[in-house]
């Protein structure tokens, strides 16, 4: 079975400070990897994914996350964070190897993520 | 780029009446559709798999016969709360599945409905 952990509920961060959100996975087979961010009300917007290949992933808004296979781990990461970058950050991992997965999402719990200015 | 809409983005409704929200595909074709809820502060949780011209697949622990889903083409997905009540006030939020060269899938998310039910 696959899950997803985001071990830190809020991660408060001042702006201009990098901002790391942490993310670690467990899944039978080769992980897909996501990064989504929500902000009030509205559904989730993508960021980035990791699939194969290079394991820094760079995606939208200035964010990039590193795959980690030997510590199971995805943090997602920006080196500059602005008040903007204020929302709900969830990891998602797709579990290749389950037969009966259907390519479903399993999403960690999500990570408030909340920059001062 | 791929867009999916839902339709009502907030619905209140009174207790023991049923509310239909719709998930449609904008510009592309999407065999699956999913079906997460989510509470306040809490993640999303996976309610159903859709694909088109077939049953929904629940995930444990979700009434089909409350969670009305019907995948009526490609391009759209509903969602029919029966005989709401206040406990299934939530965010819904839909998802498209697009399968892309070779083996691999995108899934784009809808903006999601704020059901109220009084």
């Known amino acids: 079975a696959q899950s997803v952990a985001q071990p830190e509920d809020q991660v408060n961060v001042a702006e201009g400070n990098p901002l790391t959100v942490k993310c670690t996975y467990s899944?039978?087979?080769?992980?897909?990897l996501f990064w989504y961010v929500q902000y009030p009300n509205r559904g989730l917007q993508f960021l980035l994914k990791?699939?194969?290949?290079?394991?820094l992933v760079k995606g939208s808004y200035g964010f990039e996350a590193e795959f980690n296979k030997s510590q199971t781990s995805f943090h997602l990461k920006k080196p500059s964070a602005l008040v903007s970058d204020s929302a709900l950050y969830f990891c998602a991992v797709r579990d290749m190897g389950a037969t009966d997965s259907w390519g479903k999402l399993q999403f960690g719990a999500g990570t408030q993520v909340v920059v001062t200015p | 780029g791929a867009v999916v809409s839902q339709h009502p983005s907030w619905v209140i409704c009174k207790s023991g009446t049923s509310v239909k929200i719709e998930c449609r595909s904008l510009d592309f074709q999407a065999t699956t559709m999913f079906w997460y809820r989510q509470f306040p502060k809490q993640s999303l949780m996976l309610m159903a798999t859709?694909?088109?011209?077939?049953?929904?697949?629940?995930e444990q622990g979700v009434e089909k016969d409350k969670f009305l889903i019907n995948h009526a083409s490609l391009t759209l997905s509903t969602l029919t709360v029966t005989s709401a009540h206040p406990e299934d006030s939530s965010f819904y939020i839909c998802?498209?599945?697009?399968?892309?060269?070779?083996?691999?899938?995108?899934?784009?998310f809808g903006p999601g409905t704020r059901l109220t039910v009084t």
């Open positions: 899944v039978s087979g080769n992980p897909y």
């Open positions: 859709s694909n088109e011209g077939s049953k929904a697949t629940y």
């Open positions: 990791y699939i194969t290949g290079d394991n």
């Open positions: 998802s498209a599945r697009v399968r892309l060269a070779g083996a691999s899938y995108e899934q784009y």
